[in-house]
């Protein structure tokens, strides 16, 4: 094996360990970069040391901060008796376009997954039992994504803060704006009419 080929299996090997990208997709990727201008691979790789040596977990909600604290936590004018909880810090953003929520946040960092190793004192559950005995919330959002994994964390910790004086709810299902109910899956739907409403 040449030198070349060497690093470049190097490189491979280093993006397969990165979720959902498979050995395929690394080699692509692979030499993409190696056909990149220097100038563009080095300001991905300038990205990438910036991220480690700067970015990190707010203490409070982990989200993601350069601060102790990220801004959201520290906006004031935010509603610090609602704590919507999410699985991933890209969940915030996602939520806060939709302009619906002027509460606080609070991140799992991941979903139950006991076949994965995943289990409950793996996710900043216990951080979030504490802001909740330590601040006045009077209601948590269980945002979790709506598959397996997201259904099982929303039922374990509800079932851990049903015991508390507080309102949790769950975010409701459905069917999308514009969308057609003649394409709806079977269970799209259902849950659509089991999340109801009155008008």
């Given at each position: ?34 056909n ?9 790789a ?6 480690k040596e ?5 203490k ?40 619906s929520?002027s ?10 997954s ?14 979030l ?12 959002i269980?945002a979790t994504?709506p ?34 109910i003649e ?17």
């Open positions: 094996m040449s030198e070349a080929q060497g690093i470049i299996d190097t490189l491979i090997n280093e993006l397969c360990r990165l979720p959902g990208i498979g050995r395929r997709t690394a080699q692509k990727l692979a030499f993409f970069i190696l990149m201008p220097k100038a563009d691979a080095l300001s991905i300038e990205a990438i040391i910036s991220v700067k970015a990190g977990f707010c409070s909600c982990f989200n993601v901060t350069e601060s102790e604290l990220c801004a959201i936590c520290s906006d004031t004018s935010r509603d610090n008796t609602k704590i919507c909880v999410v699985e991933e810090p890209g969940n915030i953003v996602v939520v806060e376009r939709s302009r929520f509460g606080l946040y609070h991140v799992l960092l991941g979903a139950l006991p076949i994965d190793g995943i289990t409950p004192d793996r996710l900043k559950i216990n951080e039992l504490a802001r909740i005995k330590d601040n006045a919330v009077g209601e948590v269980l994504n598959n397996t994994k997201g259904e099982m964390t929303a039922q374990y910790i509800a079932g851990i803060l049903r015991p508390l004086d507080i309102v949790v709810t769950r975010i409701a299902y459905g069917l999308p704006m514009g969308g057609d394409f709806a899956d079977e269970v799209t739907l259902g849950k659509s009419i089991e999340g109801r409403r009155p008008l």
